[in-house]
């Protein structure tokens, strides 16, 4: 009788994200700095640059801007308008009904 042979089982994995060598700094703050010195964070794309400002955006903190090689991609105010969270949504007031026991 023939033995199998056990083969481990292969995982999926996604295709690694290709360094190109781009760099893109988005400057952010916690609240805007007297100094004009922001902090700097750094990813090697443009989609990883806009990901990272609306993450930061929701929490609450100050993108200044997103910048690529070939310059400024986004100011303070677009990446606002662009990637903020949306306005939240004044609820309705529910008038106060007599209530009769």
Request: a neutral charge; charged letters at 25%; aromatic letters at 8%.
């Amino acid at each position: 009788m023939a033995m199998m042979q056990y083969r481990p089982r292969t995982t999926f994995r996604a295709a690694p994200e290709y360094d190109t060598g781009e760099r893109w700094t988005i400057r952010w703050e916690t609240r805007r700095p007297d100094t004009g010195r922001w902090n700097e964070a750094v990813t090697n794309s443009r989609e990883a640059a806009v990901e990272r400002a609306r993450h930061l955006l929701k929490l609450g903190f100050i993108v200044h801007d997103i910048a690529g090689p070939a310059g400024v991609y986004m100011n303070e105010s677009d990446a606002a308008q662009q990637l903020g969270p949306a306005p939240a949504v004044p609820k309705q007031r529910v008038a106060d009904e007599p209530t009769s026991y």
